[in-house]
């Protein structure tokens, strides 16, 4: 298996700001859940600091995650295969009441 080489680009552009990455990178994510509410999904799997980083940013209803509290979020740690780092998965899921309460 060939190691993928990098592409050398000189491309004037100015970079998107973190925000716009990020919010791109979640909002299938975001849209997914409300459209199955109270459903847990299994959104990331990283390290423990990728994993903190996502909690907090769905806690504070950042981003497509707005607005704060419409979404429940928690991590776990993976199970550990022998000589591998920590995992640590991050589970979400859209809050909505049943239409009968």
Not at 1 to 10: C, E
Not at 28 to 51: K, Q, V, Y
Not at 68 to 85: D, T
Request: glycine share 6%; aromatic share 8%.
């Amino acid at each position: 298996m060939s190691t993928p080489t990098p592409t050398t680009v000189l491309r004037w552009e100015d970079p998107p700001s973190a925000a716009q990455t990020k919010e791109a990178r979640w909002a299938p994510i975001a849209a997914e859940l409300r459209a199955n509410p109270n459903r847990w999904a299994c959104i990331h799997e990283g390290d423990s600091t990728e994993a903190s980083g996502l909690v907090a940013y769905i806690k504070k209803g950042a981003g497509p995650f707005a607005p704060a509290g419409e979404f429940e979020v928690c991590s776990r740690s993976q199970p550990r295969v022998q000589g591998s780092p920590i995992r640590v998965g991050v589970y979400a899921r859209f809050l909505k009441l049943r239409d009968d309460q």
